[in-house]
Nanobody, 123 residues
Framework: QVQLVESGGGSVQAGGSLRLSCVAS????????MGWFRQAPGKEREGVAL???????GYSLSVKGRFSISKDNAKNTGYLQMDRLNPQDTAMYYC?????????????????WGQGTQVTVSA
């Protein structure tokens, strides 16, 4: 069993930055795909960034160049650094883990999810 706990959300003005963290317990080898997803009110949950066990990363077009995903296997913690935030980034942000397989942009492919952390960006 894996438990994920996100933190670091909050309210910022446009152009600001936030760093989200996701602590994973129960899985210690780091050989999994971690993804960050977000869901705005009335919208589908969408993938934002992925990082695989080897450290390879991927980003959605809407955040590429502004967000950076990383993972500290020793701390079982993943991070999402979000810079140059804009109001369209406002959403609940979730981290998720996919075990035993490579990364995927499909939320249905992930095995465990955190409870989410709210990010609100004002104009």
């Amino acid at each position: 069993q894996v438990q994920l706990v996100e933190s670091g959300g909050g309210s910022v003005q446009a152009g600001g930055s936030l760093r989200l963290s996701c602590v994973a317990s129960g899985r210690t080898d780091g050989r999994y795909c971690m993804g960050w997803f977000r869901q705005a009110p009335g919208k589908e949950r969408e993938g934002v960034a992925l990082i695989n066990g080897a450290g390879g990363t991927g980003y959605s077009l809407s955040v590429k160049g502004r967000f950076s995903i990383s993972k500290d296997n020793a701390k079982n913690t993943g991070y999402l650094q979000m810079d140059r935030l804009n109001p369209q980034d406002t959403a609940m942000y979730y981290c998720a883990i996919r075990l035993y397989s490579g990364c995927s942009w499909s939320k249905g492919d992930f095995d465990y999810w955190g409870q989410g952390t709210q990010v609100t960006v004002s104009a």
